[in-house]
């Protein structure tokens, strides 16, 4: 009903900056929260950053005040700028969001992933 699709992962070194997008699309009456989360090799997922539908935001304390958030709603897209990238950022990152798809004549929430985009940062 709903698709994500990520974009913008990549290698880069360490230091530099990477900006990720998301793009939701589908029958979407409306969308609540948008985040961005991140798995590393045998870890488990985790939080990186989320934003409300006015803007809040919430960040993981690893990446407070190198990643910001952003979202365009009449897009139905997020954006996530890394900058002062670190080894340690290295995963694949998966874009999340939730709120109310047209399902028939009526409606239904959702909460959908996407497929997720790599992000490398060599030392």
């Known amino acids: 009903q709903v698709q994500l699709v990520e974009s913008g992962g990549g290698l880069v070194q360490a230091g530099g900056s990477l900006r990720l997008s998301c793009v939701a699309s589908?029958?979407?009456?409306?969308?609540?929260?948008m985040g961005w989360y991140r798995q590393a090799p045998g870890k488990q997922r985790e939080l990186v950053a989320v934003?409300?539908?006015?803007?809040?935001?919430n960040y993981a304390s690893s990446v407070k005040g190198r990643f910001t958030i952003s979202r365009d709603n009449a897009k139905n897209t997020v954006y996530l700028q890394m900058n002062s990238l670190k080894p340690e950022d290295t995963a694949v990152y998966y874009c999340?969001?939730?709120?109310?798809?047209?399902?028939?004549?009526?409606?239904?929430?959702?909460?959908?992933w996407g497929h997720g985009t790599q992000v490398t940062v060599s030392s």
């Open positions: 999340n969001a939730d709120g109310v798809v047209k399902v028939g004549s009526g409606a239904s929430v959702f909460t959908d």
């Open positions: 589908g029958s979407i009456i409306s969308i609540n929260n």
């Open positions: 934003i409300t539908r006015h803007d809040i935001t």
